[in-house]
T-cell receptor, first 117, second 114 residues
Framework: DSGVTQTPKHLITATGQRVTLRCSPRSGDLSVYWYQQSLDQGLQFLIQYYNGEERAKGNILERFSAQQFPDLHSELNLSSLELGDSALYFC????????????????FGQGTRLTVV | AQTVTQSQPEMSVQEAETVTLSCTYDTSESDYYLFWYKQPPSRQMILVIRQEAYKQQNATENRFSVNFQKAAKSFSLKISDSQLGDAAMYFCAYRSERDDKIIFGKGTRLHILP
């Protein structure tokens, strides 16, 4: 168990709809990352938050948005869904690199499998 | 921008043999972190090994070791005594200390032949 919790595990929805994916990071981790993994593809970096603020942005579509709340959980909102948005969405959390006692790697949740029909 | 390249989409190795997965990266930074992650069929992302760029010594975790060549920007993973349970996708990852972004290569699918 990585300590990162993602809900729901599976989601099936129709084209044009909007969904929200939720992530609770490991206790004490301030950074949250979101990745998209399409079938048999690599992990595409979407966005990163640090202590409530957006820190880095990857190839995130304008139809997608995210936020990190004061309790450090994060949500990824996907709207106007298309068939091509079907993928596994991972959330990961990490501590600060260079800080004594902090892990430098990202710990991943189990992912949310989104199917758009 | 940093990039991570894994030039081997697929590899196969005989059980009990040794295999090396390649990874190169591009960066202008001097301080960063490198990782290898394993993704078995369950799709869970599992950390295999980490390397801090400021450490010259190559990291080792049991049967897994890396060959970190900072000047060449190369970070290969060696798996010794390959086991059937090692069959998975392996991703090389780079973490910037400056902007904290973590980016991944496209992965190498490793098959273990019994």
């Amino acid at each position: 168990d990585s300590g990162v919790t993602q809900t729901p595990k599976h989601l099936i929805t129709a084209t044009g709809q909007r969904v929200t994916l939720r992530c609770s990071p490991r206790s004490g981790d301030l950074s949250v990352y979101w990745y998209q993994q399409s079938l048999d593809q690599g992990l595409q970096f979407l966005i990163q938050y640090y202590n409530g603020e957006e820190r880095a942005k990857g190839n995130i579509l304008e139809r997608f948005s995210a936020q990190q709340f004061p309790d450090l959980h994060s949500e990824l909102n996907l709207s106007s869904l298309e068939l091509g948005d079907s993928a596994l969405y991972f959330c990961a959390s990490s501590g600060e690199p260079g800080v004594a006692g902090k892990y430098t790697e990202a710990f991943f949740g189990q992912g949310t499998r989104l199917t758009v029909v | 921008a940093q990039t991570v390249t894994q030039s081997q989409p697929e590899m196969s190795v005989q059980e009990a043999e040794t295999v090396t997965l390649s990874c190169t990266y591009d960066t202008s930074e001097s301080d960063y972190y490198l990782f290898w992650y394993k993704q078995p069929p369950s799709r869970q992302m599992i950390l295999v090994i980490r390397q801090e760029a400021y450490k010259q010594q190559n990291a080792t975790e049991n049967r897994f070791s890396v060959n970190f060549q900072k000047a060449a920007k190369s970070f290969s993973l060696k798996i010794s005594d390959s086991q059937l349970g090692d069959a998975a996708m392996y991703f090389c990852a780079y973490r910037s200390e400056r902007d904290d972004k973590i980016i991944f290569g496209k992965g190498t699918r490793l098959h273990i032949l019994p």
